[in-house]
């Protein structure tokens, strides 16, 4: 799949993500195109770098470091003897269509789904995300139009299943489609397969205390 | 250079006789990390002759449960992840707690640690981001699925070295930044940028600060080809 997806998340997002700025809906729809997208996952890993190279002391002339406590690395151990290694998340059966991340939101795959009729043969399913932005599920039969939606902010749209076309372009598998709040489309699913999409709107996010306000307009989310 | 030292000065705690650090590694990717792109790998990196091996310890705790290399990695990330924490506007008392679940999750998380696709330095990085935001927002934090391991990819002990003289480079690339831009790249990954600290620290429009991050990331693409 990775090789024919043409349509990719932004290098605003996947810095953002990277330096944990994003809300949780909007990590979740980077989570899930990184599963399945080698190219940004690639790109998300040369940021992951930059903040490693941060940490490790690149910057400014001193770098940062504050003591521990002198009890600390006993106080580990301690916590260590009492709990064993952990172990890596199962891997995604071969056939699923929900890649990891999502199936941790839906409780399984697309079977596991509690889809809602929303008009014209539509379903979506909204997943449980903290405030500040949506995630959801969408189901379009093949041939449909998504009914009309209006969203405030950025809508980011990735197919899962099938395609879909707007006025501007086509997506298949594993493509991101980013809409504005200006832009007016009208998404319709290809006629050869019904189409499942993951969609993530920003009710307009409100950070608080110290997440960044100002990454805002930096991000257009 | 990064190979198993196994005789230096330091090395004395850490007697465990071990091969070579052997991760599995995952199934070559088409696309290598693009900032990253391994362009002469056999090109001298600036490695600080005296810094340890950080692969080999970290494969150490791994394989052997190595306290005496825990302790040296400790030593070092500990007191950076802490004040990482603290510029994100955690107290003295909640980042030691959260540096120390850093590194404990660094313990138990030891066998997931890929060598040829980040240094320890960058996955420390990316463990102490995740108790970030689940210390300052509550929130969950979706993380893409793992790369499969192929079962006959063995990472070659040039791919780990490639990768690591790489960070070195990114870490060289950084230091070489104007000020301006690596600050507020700081900043940014450091994720203690502000609104009103801004504005009051620099006065700089958000338009100049979005341009200021972008010219650093690209003279960072370019210095890394
Ligand atoms: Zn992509």
Redesign the pocket.
Same mark, same amino acid.
């Given at each position: 799949m990775t090789d024919k997806?043409k349509h *990719?998340?932004s290098d605003d997002l996947l810095i953002a993500y990277s330096a944990g700025l994003l809300n949780e809906a909007f990590s979740l729809m980077v989570a899930t *195109?990184v599963s399945l997208?080698d190219?940004?996952r690639a790109q998300l890993e040369s940021f992951d770098a930059v903040g490693g190279a941060i940490l490790e002391g690149s910057g400014l002339p001193d770098v940062p470091q504050v003591a521990m406590s002198p009890d600390a690395i006993d106080a580990i151990f301690a916590t260590i003897d009492l709990a064993p290694a952990q172990e890596t998340r199962a891997a995604r059966r071969k056939d699923d269509v929900l890649p990891a991340p999502l199936q941790d939101y839906v409780g399984g795959d697309l079977a596991a789904v509690k889809w809602r009729p929303v008009g014209m043969g539509v379903k979506q399913a909204i997943l449980p995300t903290a405030k500040g932005a949506t995630a959801r599920l969408l189901y379009i039969p093949a041939g449909a139009a998504v009914p009309d939606h209006s969203h405030n902010g950025t809508e980011l749209t990735m197919v899962l299943k099938g395609a879909f076309s707007d006025e501007y372009d086509s997506f298949g598998p594993?493509d991101v489609e980013t809409a504005d709040q200006d832009v007016t489309h009208t998404p319709v699913a290809d006629i050869s397969e019904d189409c499942i999409c993951l969609a993530v709107t920003d009710a307009p996010l409100k950070f608080k205390g110290v997440i960044p306000r100002m990454l805002q307009p930096f991000l257009r989310i | 250079m990064l190979n198993v030292r196994e005789h230096n000065s330091e090395s004395s705690a850490l007697r465990v006789p071990v091969p070579m650090p052997a991760f599995r590694v995952v199934h070559p990717l088409p696309v290598g990390n693009r900032a990253l792109k391994r362009k002469n790998a056999s090109s001298a990196p600036k490695t600080d002759p005296e810094a340890p091996d950080w692969v080999m310890l970290i494969a150490r705790i791994r394989d052997h449960q190595d306290r005496a290399a825990f302790a040296r990695v400790f030593q070092h990330f500990a007191p950076r992840v802490k004040a990482f924490l603290m510029k994100s506007g955690a107290d003295a008392t909640l980042a030691e707690e959260c540096a120390q679940d850093v590194m404990t999750t660094l313990w138990r998380k030891a066998h997931m640690f890929d060598p040829t696709r980040a240094s320890v330095a960058t996955w420390i990085f990316t463990i102490a981001r995740n108790r970030r935001i689940d210390m300052l927002r509550r929130q969950r934090r979706p993380e893409p699925e793992e790369l499969t391991w192929g079962p006959e990819a063995e990472p070659t002990q040039e791919d780990v070295l490639s990768l690591q003289e790489e960070s070195e480079k990114l870490r060289q690339a950084i230091t070489d930044l104007p000020d301006a831009q690596k600050e507020l790249i700081e900043r940014a990954f450091f994720g203690d940028l502000s609104h009103s600290e801004i504005a009051a620290e620099t006065g700089l429009p958000l338009g100049t600060i979005k341009s200021r991050i972008r010219l650093a990331l690209d003279r960072l693409r370019h210095a890394m080809k």
């Open positions: 997806i *990719h998340l *195109h997208c190219t940004c594993g | -």
